[in-house]
């Protein structure tokens, strides 16, 4: 890690220190309850840490996007509660973390409090990375951690600009977590290496494609991303979601990656896209027109299954089909069960994608693989080889 880390820091230090922690706590809502609290779990240890070295703790967060000011709905205080629950202690609610009460609530705060701020994206300029709003972020407090992987691709007020106004500026826990992981896999993988892409669009991962296949053995290709390989085969893709502008890239990928680059063979296909709908299994070159391919077939997950045994590093971003919607979860099913299976043999695998890392905790295979990203769309910059702006802001180790 080049970046100076939380860990790093004498933590003596941080006695009576006012830190404030960027974190990702952008959880799915329903009528004021968190649905998944897995965030929030994910910032505890760094959160918990600084409590116990007695550090006055402001978190900052963004929820959701809510456009032109504060808006009840996107508010964070029910977060404040859930995370209670994970502490077992009070949270403090800073209401409007830009006013001159906020910075004086911070002052009177004992050693080990922890205090959550409202919606960072309530406040014009967070999004513009304004460094007058992130001067008011700061005077709450003397040091800053960033540990919101999942918003480190953005450059926000509270996620970069800030990092040049408090000194030392550090890599919280989940941060460096993540970073190491998805850095060996990409930097240093144990061979043979394979990634796993699917999902809607291929225009949303060229450039992750592109950024693999120099270091890939293989690269698996499912859900609809597939169907614009297929149609470049010259195949019948029927009603499926395909790319069509993007048909001729996909012809030069397949000539430019080789055998390196394992399509489907086949697809379950539904006229409409229902729960229990008439689904079949067909060869790929026997998609009826009127037809859409929803997942790949169970030839397919064999095919995927036996080269993720194979392998010794595996990322996986992106499911295999519609997995939302049963029966086509089965393909993203058998991925999720073959990455645990490899984990089990030794292999290192990981899951980044935001709709791939929630299907395989929703099958309760989470515990099984060896890292489930929370950054969906961080993890995917990360791994095209981008650089992060709220990494690189900080202090250098
Ligand atoms: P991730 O969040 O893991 O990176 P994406 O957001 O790229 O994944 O894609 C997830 C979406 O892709 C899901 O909503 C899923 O329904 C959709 N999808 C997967 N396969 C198909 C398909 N064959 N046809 C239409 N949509 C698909
Ligand atoms: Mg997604």
Redesign the pocket.
Known sequence: MSKRTLAQLEPTHLDGQRVVVRVDLNVPMSDGVVTDDTRIRASIPTIRYLHDKGARVVLLSHLGRPTGGPDPQYSLKPVARAMEKHLGFPVMWIADPTSPEAAAQVRHMPRGGVALAENTRFYPGEETNDPELAKSFAALGDMYVNDAFGSAHRSHSSTEAIAHLLKPAVVGFLMETELQFLGAAVDNPKRPFVAIL????IS??IDLVEALLPKVDHILI??????TFFKAMGLETGN??VELDRVEMAKDLIAKAGDRLVLPTG?VIAQK?EPGAGTREVARDQVPSGW????IDSASVKVFADIIASAKTVIW?????????PP?DQGTLGVAHALAAATKAGAVTIV????????VTAAKLDDQVTHVSTG?GAS?EFLEGKPLPGVAALDNA
């Open positions: 699917g999902g809607a669009k949303g991962k499912g859900g609809a991303m597939a169907c499926s979601l697809a896209l859409s391919v929803f997942d971003n992106g499911p295999m089909g519609v997995f939302e919607t086509f980044g994608g935001g709709d791939s890392a929630a299907a969906g995917l």
